[in-house]
């Protein structure tokens, strides 16, 4: 065997290859004096210290708490240019679809994504994952969404496909070119449709550029009639699909995602009763984001809801520009227990396993399992709750991706 970790105070994971839902979000493995032996990328053992086997190198991990590497599975990573200077309009309480109708919003964005290089935009990204990593995220999904152009949508997502491999996180592509209507299309919405239906999703498909296809369904942006037609049509070219639904206003989104056969709805702060049932039965996962809220000043997602009618419960930053300029998984974690009231053990689970299994890796990451990627991360804590009791701070101590240490609280 490669490495042993050993001396963990530890270990919590959740268990198995397969979203946990209802009472088993909540059921977690808790090994103390704990030991994680790695082979090459994958892990070997991970069970009490007393009974692993010997190792070419063996790190002490100081009696620290270790879980598995955080899963960010809803980012909008590539992105030219910042917003704060929307900053005084929140403040005089101008809404998010005020500030877009007025050109800023995600239409800002638009603007200085497109204006930038891909070598631009790939040394930004580069820089930003750099930090989520030592944030203890080791895998994201990555949203296209700021270009609105064939050219810009594909750039964005050449760079996601660039940096895959070239720095530790690992990175999943979600095309997201129904994300706004774009001013050139201004009152011309079923020709912009045309275009990313007939022309953006077929040479992304046919590029490799992105596993998923994304919706933004929301007032103002696409119906959920809309939305289920660009998510068919994904679906025919073999995308995996997940929409943003009922952030804002409670228009069905969620029940689309279900009649849609998404993998996730994400957002979802007015879901409906029906929508959150629907979701249930249809084995789709929610993936909530409470920075968003938080930054927004809007209200929280019914978790606790989605959690007893037996809908799976994912959490993630949205980091984004505009909404949730925040990359460190570690808040939203934090608002996820304080707001959601969600347990420990139900966040630790959300961050793992579940948002792994919103962005079908769940065979591969989200648990610290034999045959798994070792995926680690020791926090400077004693245990689950403390890093959910200390929030605004980065309690990351060491990160272990694919079995390579990245030291970071030394």
């Known amino acids: 065997m490669d490495l042993l970790f050993t001396n963990i105070g530890l270990l919590a994971t959740p268990a198995g290859s397969a979203a946990r839902k209802g009472k088993a979000q909540g059921e977690i493995t808790l090994i103390e004096n704990a030991a994680i032996g790695v082979l090459g990328d994958k892990i070997f053992y991970a069970g009490p210290a007393g009974q692993a086997p010997s190792a070419a190198r063996v790190i002490d991990c100081g009696g620290r708490l270790v879980t598995p590497g955080l899963v960010d599975c809803h980012t909008h990573l590539v992105f030219g240019g910042w917003r704060e200077k929307e900053l005084s309009l929140k403040l005089a309480g101008v809404s998010y679809l005020d500030i877009l109708k007025g050109g800023g919003g995600i239409l800002n964005t638009v603007k200085y994504t497109r204006a930038a290089t891909e070598a631009e935009l790939t040394a930004k990204a580069s820089g930003l994952l750099s930090e989520m990593l030592r944030h203890g995220t080791t895998t994201a999904e990555c949203k296209s969404g700021y270009g609105l152009t064939l050219e810009d949508e594909r750039k964005q997502l050449r760079v996601v496909k660039a940096l895959q491999g070239t720095q530790p996180v690992d990175l999943v592509s979600t095309f997201l070119g129904a994300h706004a209507i774009p001013v050139d299309y201004a009152g011309n919405r079923s020709d912009y449709i045309r275009l990313v239906c007939e022309e953006m999703m077929p040479a992304v498909m046919k590029e490799g550029l992105a596993e998923y296809c994304d919706v933004f369904c929301e007032t103002a942006v696409f119906n959920p009639e809309e939305s289920a037609l660009i998510l068919e049509r994904a679906k025919e070219l073999g995308f995996g699909v997940k929409a943003h639904v009922d952030e804002i206003d409670p228009i069905g989104g969620a029940e689309m995602t ?39 000043d809007k209200p929280f997602a019914r978790a ?107």
């Open 258 to 296: 279900a009649a849609a056969g998404c993998i996730s709805a994400e957002h979802l702060i007015r879901a409906s009763d029906r929508g959150i049932r629907d979701m249930a039965e249809k084995n789709v996962i929610a993936v909530l984001l409470p920075a968003t809220s938080f930054y927004l």
């Open 304 to 410: 606790r809801k989605m959690i007893a009618e037996g809908v799976a419960v994912a959490v993630a930053t949205d980091f984004n520009p505009g909404s949730s300029p925040s990359l460190n998984l570690q808040f939203p974690m934090n608002l996820a227990c304080l707001r959601y009231r969600l347990t420990p053990a139900e966040v630790l689970t959300a961050v793992t396993l579940n948002a792994a299994a919103a962005i079908g890796r769940q065979e591969s990451i989200g648990t610290l399992e034999p045959g798994k990627h070792a995926d680690i991360v020791i926090w400077d804590a004693p245990n689950l709750a403390y890093i959910l009791y200390r929030y605004g701070n980065n309690l990351v101590h060491t990160v272990v991706k694919n079995g390579k240490v990245f030291p970071v609280g030394i």
